[in-house]
């Protein structure tokens, strides 16, 4: 039996909320709560809104979020891919000296907790919600654990997009109105784009030591001159989507107030470009983090004003 010891961190090292709150890796936490926001929002047009089940929906959502980067930080200690020098990382086990056992003990207990909230969640509104739910929370556990992570294959931006975006803002808006709609769906495709593009920066700043470690990520298929060009892509056709909505006329014209977000994935492709080694991309990685947060919110206040003008 494996014994899990709790180690003194370096010295001059203290334990503070900063550390904690690192470990939830911040950054990435928009593709928890721009996703529930959006779908909350595009709700209002059917004249509907619970504020309970937005709260709800929220919270459960960041929890989701948040265990998931334990369960990340947890695994990838266990099978080598982080030590005190690693970039991006909470640096909890590493660097602050964290018991590995206390870390994914804080991911199952956020688990539990979104699981009460999903229940109340699915009482008032459906238990294939319940059903859904679930799926999303087993993702996010073998998106790192279990014998064959999603996140050492190429299909870790496929199913980050896909159930952290798509997949909630779909439910954030069916538990307000009780139906998804074509438009709903149509709408959360630049969502999963961009959240699947967190997932993709992260792994063209960490390309090098994926590949030592055997994992098989796209920037390590393809190189990082083609994955950087994919990101360049993704950001174009999550703008470019909104457009088509428009002149199809199945969205307002008012969300087009996205483009005035227009320089950040622009500034982060060309930080990528210019930079090598993985400290100097931080900055991209936080713009392109930054891309989701303001283009969602931006796509909500498109909402909001055609509500109201």
């Avoid at 309970?52 to 990340?72: E, G, H, K, P, Y």
């Avoid at 050492?152 to 975006?165: I, K, W």
């Avoid at 190189?223 to 950087?228: L, N, Y």
């Avoid at 457009?243 to 199945?250: H, M, N, Q, T």
Wanted: proline share 4%; charged share 10%; hydrophobic share 50%.
């Amino acid at each position: 039996m494996e014994t899990e010891i709790l180690t003194v961190p370096a010295k001059g090292k203290k334990r503070h909320w900063k550390v904690w709150w690192n470990l939830t890796r911040p950054h990435t936490l928009t593709a928890s709560f721009v996703p529930v926001i959006l779908g909350t929002i595009m709700a209002l047009e059917l004249d509907q809104f619970h504020f309970l089940m937005f709260f709800a929906m929220l919270v459960a959502s960041i929890m989701i979020q948040i265990a998931t980067n334990l369960f990340n930080e947890y695994y990838d200690y266990k099978r080598g891919l982080d030590n005190e020098k690693s970039v991006g990382i909470g640096g909890g086990i590493v660097r602050e000296g964290i018991a590995p056992k206390v870390i994914l003990n804080m991911a199952w207990v956020l688990i539990g907790l979104s699981v009460l909230l999903g229940v109340y969640i699915s009482a008032n509104s459906s238990w294939w919600v319940a059903l859904v739910g679930t799926i999303c929370i087993l993702v996010g556990y073998l998106y790192t654990g279990g014998p064959f992570p999603i996140s050492s294959t190429p299909l870790g931006e496929v199913f980050s997009g896909l159930f952290m975006g798509t997949i909630i803002v779909l439910i954030s808006f069916y538990i307000q109105t009780g139906t998804i709609t074509t438009t709903s769906v149509l709408v959360s495709v630049p969502v999963a784009l961009l959240i699947g593009s967190i997932n993709l920066a992260n792994n063209i700043r960490d390309m090098d030591g994926d590949k030592a470690h055997g994992r098989k990520t796209v920037p390590v298929l393809i190189g990082r001159k083609r994955a950087i060009g994919v990101l360049a892509v993704a950001f174009s056709l999550s703008y470019m989507w909104i457009v088509g909505l428009v002149i199809a006329k199945l969205v307002p014209f008012w969300l087009l107030v996205i483009f005035l977000s227009v320089m950040k994935p622009i500034n982060a492709v060309k930080q990528f470009q210019n930079k090598s080694e993985p400290i100097q991309m931080m900055p991209a990685m936080k713009l392109t983090a930054q891309t989701n947060t303001i283009f969602g919110l931006l796509l909500s206040l498109g909402y909001i004003l055609s509500y109201l003008l």
